[in-house]
Each structure stands twice: as structure tokens, then as C-alpha cells.
């Protein structure tokens, strides 16, 4: 459990310390848990002396991984995606970098012995419960320097972000980092008729972590191509400011209207169904936005009356050949997100409906797709364009053998 991870992380350590090269590339997601990761590894890895270099991604695409691992002698770190693949970091790394990876999906064991997967996932903890990626960056930054517990207020906004609860509640390891932000006069948490609503002390005031959460999630997703992630992961170091403000309204404009052209199409009959799925492509019609816009807008729509709530929702998006930053990696493949309704999430929990973490990555790899995070509730994987209902049939073949 805990103690095991905490002491694999220490054997990690050690070997960053040791390792030849003091420069770290630092690949982190761009939701807010993975933005607050990106800020927890940034600072700590700063604080300790290390060259840093910083990328934001949507995903860990295996065009992207080939050319990350290109290189030799390095020291390459994945925070809130990649414990899922490490069985492929490491064929890909061989022996010949220094991997660590600190996710909180659904993982895998790694193969080489200098690809850490230091998942919570693998020690007994549970990802969509217990612990977020920030807060397992969090305990990574604290084995390395005690001193990095100021930080812990950052887990908790990636903690919240998340909005993995218990009866309105963050519990396990999201909760002791919470607490250590309120013992530092950080945070405050308040009670409520369900659960607990908690916040980040400020120098422009209190403000609640869910809209942190959701001011993040923004820059992050609908901001991708626009600087949004930087932008990020400044306000979990230093805060909200007015820039970060007309950056975030912006955002939302774009966001708004193309959500309400997207709608109008589904209206018009543009959801295609199954016997258990409705699906959509939006194909290119999110740009300039990030293609975890698809997710957030099946998020919007999953218990709207626009859709059968005994039915699995899915959206496509085409994903552009290019990583800010980091430049093109020869990508034609599209995103698919899926998203489930509160009725069939409460099918779900209790057995009787296959979770999205089974179904979807199942069917992903028979077309040799790519699946990393995915989660019982929601799920994202790709496969390459033109293969969309092809990967649907997957699922109603996978469906159909339960049913």
C-alpha cells in the first residue's frame, strides 16, 4: 500500500539524484489535475537544481513517445497519464533513460527496471477515489525534499479538480494533503449539507477550489493551442491575475459558441445510435480548441435530454499534427471520448453495466488503437481517422457477449 509506494519512490529518488544528466523533461496532462501536477514537478525539480523542460500534452501519443525516446541518458517524467503504457515506455526506453511516471489511472507494471511506474494504482489505492496525479506528484516532491510540502495546496486543487469524492468528501491521500494546506493557513474547508466545499486562500481572497478547478480545466483544454497551459500552471504557482482573467473569458466565448453550433447539429439528428451506443464526430469544427473539448462536451450533454440515458456516449475528434512546443509528431488519428449518463453510472458502480475503462480500451486495441487513462466513468483512447465506426462495432461486439 502506501508505505511500499513511498518506499519505491525513495529507490527513485536515489537514482535522480545519481543519474549523470540534472536535466528533466516534464510531460504532464493539460486538465487541472494535470496542470497542478505540472506545477508540483516544475517547482520541485527547479528547487532541487535541475535544467527543466516543460510540455503540456492531451495525451501520450506513441508518434510523440518514439521521438521522446529517440534520445539517451535523460531523465523523462509523466505525470497524470502513462501508467496504463508502461509495458510500452518500456520497450520504447530499453534501459536507456531514466522513466518516471506518476499517474493515477488504470496501470500497468513496467519491464525496465529504469522506467519507475510509481502509479498509486499498482499499490492498492484507487485512482477515481483515493489519490490524484497532483497529489501522487505531491508525495514524489516530498520523498525528494521534505521542504516541498508547501506545495501540498496545489495537490489539493488538482485533488478537487478531479472530483473524485465520497459523499461530497475528498478521502484517503487527497484528503491528508488538503488537511497540510489548511495546517500551513493555505486552505479552509467548510462544511455543507452533503459534504465539504474547500478553499484556496488568495491574495485576491478566498476563492472555492471547484472554480479553480474549472478556471484551469479551461485554460488548459480550450486554451491548448493558445498558451493556455503555461498560463495554468503560473496561477497554481503564483494565482489568478487580470491577464489570466481576459485570457479565461476569451476561452469561454469560443467554447460557448461552438458548443451551441455542436448542439444544434446533434438536435438535427446528427447522434448516430446503437443497440448501446450513441456517437458524434466533430471532426475539425473544435478548432482553435484542444480535442479534450470533445470530452468536456460530452460531459455536457451526457444528462441532457438530447440523449438516451441507457445509452453510452461517444464523440470524435480529429487530432492535429502538433505539440506546443514541441512541434509536429506525424499524427492522423482521432479522439474518441466517452462519457456515461448518472443512471447508467449508478448501473455501472454497482455491476451491472460493463465500466468505460473495460469496454473502451478493449475494443481500441483490436484496432490497434492507442488507450492510456481511462477511468470506469469516462474514458479516451484514439485510433487512426476513418476507423470510427469500426471501433462502435468493436464495442457492440464486446456488449453484445454480456448482455
Known sequence: MREQLIKDMQKAVEEVRQWPRQEVQIFHHNDSDGLSSGAILTQTFERAGFDIKRFCLEKP????????????????VFADFAGRIAPILSDLNRGRNLTLILDHHVAEASNDPKVHNLDPCLYGLKGDRDISGSTTCYLFAHTLDPANNDLAYIAAIGAVGDEFFVDGCLVSENR???????????????KQKVGERYYLNTTRGQVPCDELGAYLDTLGAAGYYQNGPDTGVKVCLEGTTEDSDRMLAELKSVQAKAFEEELK???????????????????????????????????????????????????????????????????????????VSAKMAADIRSGKTMGLDVLLPEATNKLGGFSDAC?????????????????????EKILRKVD
Not at 510523440?64 to 535523460?74: C, F, I, P, R, S
Not at 488538503?178 to 467548510?190: D, N, S
Open 375 to 395: 477511468h470506469t466513468l469516462t474514458a479516451a483512447t484514439t485510433v487512426a481517422i476513418g476507423k470510427e465506426a469500426q471501433l462502435i462495432e468493436e464495442m
Open 176 to 190: 491528508d494533503v488538503t488537511l497540510e494546506a489548511v495546517r500551513q493557513g493555505k486552505m479552509e474547508i467548510r
Open 265 to 339: 447539429r446533434i438536435q438535427s439528428g446528427a447522434l448516430i445510435t446503437t443497440d448501446h451506443i450513441q456517437w458524434f464526430q466533430v471532426a475539425n469544427r473544435f478548432k482553435p480548441m484542444g480535442v479534450k473539448m470533445i470530452g468536456v462536451f460530452c460531459d455536457a450533454i451526457k444528462n441532457s435530454d438530447h440523449v438516451d440515458p441507457d445509452k453510452y456516449v461517444a464523440g470524435f475528434q480529429i487530432i492535429p499534427d502538433e505539440i506546443p512546443g514541441f512541434g509536429p509528431i506525424g499524427m492522423q488519428d482521432v479522439k474518441i471520448s466517452m462519457r
Open 61 to 76: 501519443y506513441p508518434a510523440l513517445l518514439k521521438k521522446v525516446y529517440a534520445q539517451e541518458g535523460g531523465i523523462i
